[in-house]
């Protein structure tokens, strides 16, 4: 092998973990603050607004990330100074907030509608009665999946290597350059992967029993 110990290897392809975390976690919140006025937009009864939401929702999904990744940073990049770093959060949230707008969505169209009648029984307000009594229900129903997608974009997050971002994948393609065995490379990178991946999933599940609990009744 080169003289390179396996215990070489984790250190270096680890180097990369805390990058592939990065991406994943800013790139969810992210794209769950812009999901929120996408889904908002997209069950909107203003058409204008509706067909918006579902032309920048579609553009998003329609297009492999790996693209959009390769658009915005080499788009970008010869006007504005944009690292790989940057270039790949931007392009990561962007693909988040679309997936995750289309998950809130189905959430808010998932509400019973007794629910807004009862809340407007109650005197309550439009705007009252959607965060209070829709929302609520909506972020509930919307958790599954959404928990889903955040281990779909962990795995995602390995294109960002494609476009220079110093991730795991990054990081096991410059070991096989040095001359480590690839097998033995991505059986290490898939086991960092892991290592984040089934904590996450373990996680998703713990916030969606929180969430349950928390489902607010009018």
């Keep these: 092998m080169n003289g390179i110990s396996i215990e070489t290897l984790f250190s270096g392809i680890g180097a990369g ?3 592939t975390v990065i991406l994943t976690v800013v790139s969810f919140v992210v794209g769950s603050v812009l999901a929120v006025p996408l889904a908002l937009a997209r069950t909107s009864p203003l058409w204008v607004l509706r067909w918006l939401a579902i032309g920048i929702i579609d553009i998003c999904r329609g297009v492999p990330p790996l693209v959009w990744l390769l658009i915005i940073y080499y788009g970008i990049s ?13 392009g990561l949230s962007l693909i988040s907030g679309a997936y995750l707008a289309e998950n809130f969505r189905a959430g808010i169209d998932n509400v ?11 005197g309550l307000t439009p705007t009252h009665q959607f965060w209070r009594v829709i929302a609520p229900q ?7 999946p959404s928990a889903s997608y955040a281990v779909s974009l962990l795995k995602d997050s390995a294109k960002a290597s494609i476009i220079g971002v110093a991730d795991i994948i990054f990081m096991a393609q410059l070991e096989v350059s040095r001359g480590a065995p690839a097998v033995l490379v991505f059986s290490i990178a898939a086991v960092l992967y892991l290592l984040v991946g089934i904590p996450l999933s373990y996680f998703s599940r713990y916030v969606d029993s929180v969430v349950r609990k928390k489902v607010v009744t009018v």
């Design 17 to 19: 973990l805390s990058i």
């Design 78 to 90: 010869p006007v504005i100074a944009l690292e790989p770093l940057p270039a790949a959060l931007i």
């Design 112 to 122: 019973h509608k007794g629910q807004s009648e009862a809340a407007m029984a109650l």
């Design 138 to 144: 909506a972020v509930n129903i919307a958790m599954p």
